[in-house]
Nanobody
Framework: QVQLVESGGALVHPGGSLRLSCAAS????????MNWYRQGPGKERELVAG????????NYANFVEGRFTISRDNAKNTVYLQLNRLRPEDTAVYYC???????????????WGQGTQVIVSS
């Protein structure tokens, strides 16, 4: 059973920073690309960042604008998202998950963790 446990979210002021962590288990973590997503209040979930299985390549949504960094430690089965220069519009629940390719290999089993809440407010 795949388990994804996000942590590190908090209430911060605009311009602040946070480091989110996602501990994964139940699959061979180092074989698969990983993504971070977020879902703001009243909005649909959207992709924030992605990283390849070995960590050699990353990609980011346009709204990131150089403020976030995704990384991973395969020895710890953990993927991270460093958030800098946070804005109120970054307020959302942040989730991690394996890239969709993993779920195509495991049909009918896709699941999500509980996410971690980031609130950016003065």
């Amino acid at each position: 059973q795949v388990q994804l446990v996000e942590s590190g979210g908090a209430l911060v002021h605009p311009g602040g920073s946070l480091r989110l962590s996602c501990a994964a288990s139940g699959f061979t973590f180092g074989f698969y690309d990983m993504n971070w997503y977020r879902q703001g209040p009243g909005k649909e979930r959207e992709l924030v960042a992605g990283i390849t299985s070995g960590g050699s390549r990353t990609n980011y949504a346009n709204f990131v604008e150089g403020r976030f960094t995704i990384s991973r430690d395969n020895a710890k089965n953990t993927v991270y998202l460093q958030l800098n220069r946070l804005r109120p519009e970054d307020t959302a629940v942040y989730y991690c998950n394996a890239d969709e390719f993993f779920w195509t290999l495991n049909p009918g089993t896709k699941s999500w963790g509980q996410g971690t809440q980031v609130i950016v407010s003065s």
